[in-house]
C-alpha cells in the first residue's frame, strides 16, 4: 500500500510559481512510474505529467508543455511538479497517483493523493 500527500497549492497571480510536492510513505515508492493529474470545477480529471522509476518522463499536456517541470528524489520518496508562468486556466486541484506504468491514463495508477488546490488569479 502507498499512501501520497500533497501539499504546496496555494493561491498565486497569473505569470507567478509554485511548486507542489508529494510525498511517499514507503520506499516501495521507488518502483512506480509516478503522475501529477488535476480536475478544474465542472471538468474531468486530465494528465498533467508523468515520471518513471528511472527519471524517464512522458511528455507533459500540451496545455502545459514548456512551463512544468516534474522531477522525483527516490532518497526522499519525494516528486514534484514545478508550474511556471502560470495561467488562470491552470486552476484546479492537483493529484499525484502512483501506479505500475509511465501513462498517461488515470486508470492505470493504483494509489492517489487527497489533492491540492491551485488557483491563478488573473
Known amino acids: 500500500q502507498v499512501q501520497l500527500v500533497e501539499s504546496g497549492g496555494g493561491l498565486v497571480q497569473a505569470g507567478g510559481s509554485l511548486r507542489l510536492s508529494c510525498a511517499a510513505s514507503t520506499r516501495t515508492f521507488s518502483r512506480y512510474a509516478m503522475g501529477w493529474f488535476r480536475q478544474a470545477p465542472g471538468k474531468n480529471r486530465e494528465f498533467v505529467s508523468a515520471?518513471?522509476?528511472?527519471?524517464?518522463?512522458?511528455d507533459n499536456a500540451d496545455s502545459v508543455k514548456g512551463r512544468f517541470t516534474i522531477t522525483r528524489d527516490i532518497a526522499k520518496n519525494r516528486m514534484y511538479l514545478q508550474m511556471n508562468s502560470l495561467k488562470p486556466e491552470d486552476t484546479a486541484i492537483y493529484y499525484c497517483a502512483a501506479g505500475p506504468r509511465l501513462t498517461d491514463y488515470d486508470g492505470d495508477y493504483d494509489y492517489w493523493g487527497q489533492g491540492t488546490q491551485v488557483t491563478v488569479s488573473s
Open positions: 515520471i518513471a522509476w528511472n527519471g524517464v518522463t512522458r
